[in-house]
């Protein structure tokens, strides 16, 4: 299994910054996309920001041009930048990584951390 952790959740102003964290345990599998997740309450988990191995990224249309997703590959690390936020990005927000062992790929995800954007 591949085990992911996320930090840097908390409460911002709007407007203010944060950077999210995912750190990852694995031992044989290779990690192909990374990206982040988000779940606000009454809402579908919808994607952020993914990013590949070679650095093609793609963003969900409401947080382009305010967010920046990167990754370490020798760490298997990845961070989210969050500029400019507004209340409504207030969600849990979850790592989570495509990786294969072999031909086979699989999903897993992180336990979420919060954000909340509030004056």
């Known amino acids: 299994q591949v085990k992911l952790v996320e930090s840097g959740g908390g409460l911002v102003q709007p407007g203010g910054s944060l950077t999210l964290s995912c750190a990852t345990s694995?031992?044989?599998?290779?990690?192909?996309?990374m990206g982040w997740y988000r779940q606000a309450p009454g809402k579908e988990r919808e994607s952020v920001a993914t990013?590949?191995?070679?650095?093609?990224?793609k963003y969900a249309e409401s947080v382009k041009g305010r967010f920046t997703i990167s990754r370490d590959n020798a760490k298997n690390a990845a961070y989210l930048q969050m500029n400019s936020l507004k209340p409504e990005d207030t969600a849990v927000y979850s790592c989570?990584?495509?990786?294969?062992?072999?031909?086979?790929?699989?999903?897993?995800w992180g336990q979420g951390t919060q954000v909340t954007v509030s004056s």
């Open positions: 989570y990584t495509k990786a294969s062992w072999g031909d086979v790929a699989y999903d897993f």
């Open positions: 990013i590949t191995r070679g650095g093609t990224t």
């Open positions: 694995n031992s044989d599998f290779t990690i192909n996309v």
